[in-house]
């Protein structure tokens, strides 16, 4: 036996350390990455209701539905980052709420 040599075992609380370290670097990973997610869809929810009320307002000042998205935009305020959504706006009829569905590109930052 020499004078500076470990005993058997002794690295066993390292490995332990290590080891649980990992782990709550791991859990904290998929904590961020789930925060994330949450965080885009409620902002893509935020999105389409910030449309859906300019439509509704629309609807109650001018007694018709805004023809266009561009319509919308340039006398509802309403702005949209087209980097990051895609809005799919069908209007059927001046006097038919029009369907408006948002959804991320995915190309955003």
């Known amino acids: 036996?020499?004078?500076?040599?470990?005993?058997r075992g002794q690295?066993?609380?390292?490995?332990?350390?290590v080891a649980v370290f990992a782990l709550l670097a791991a859990l904290l990973?998929?904590?961020?990455v789930?925060?994330?997610?949450?965080?885009?869809?409620r902002e893509t929810e935020m999105v389409s209701l910030a449309l859906q009320r300019a439509i509704v307002t629309c609807y109650a000042v001018e007694g018709k539905y805004p023809p266009s998205l561009t319509y919308i935009y340039d006398?509802?305020?309403v702005r949209v980052d087209?980097?990051?959504?895609?809005?799919?706006y069908d209007v059927i009829a001046a006097n038919v709420k029009p369907s408006v569905r948002v959804m991320p590109t995915g190309g955003g930052s």
Do not use: C, K, Q, W
């Open 1 to 7: 036996m020499h004078l500076y040599e470990r005993p």
């Open 11 to 17: 690295n066993r609380g390292i490995l332990f350390a």
């Open 29 to 32: 990973l998929v904590g961020l």
């Open 34 to 41: 789930s925060a994330t997610r949450r965080s885009d869809a």
């Open 75 to 77: 006398n509802y305020g």
């Open 82 to 88: 087209e980097s990051r959504y895609t809005v799919f």
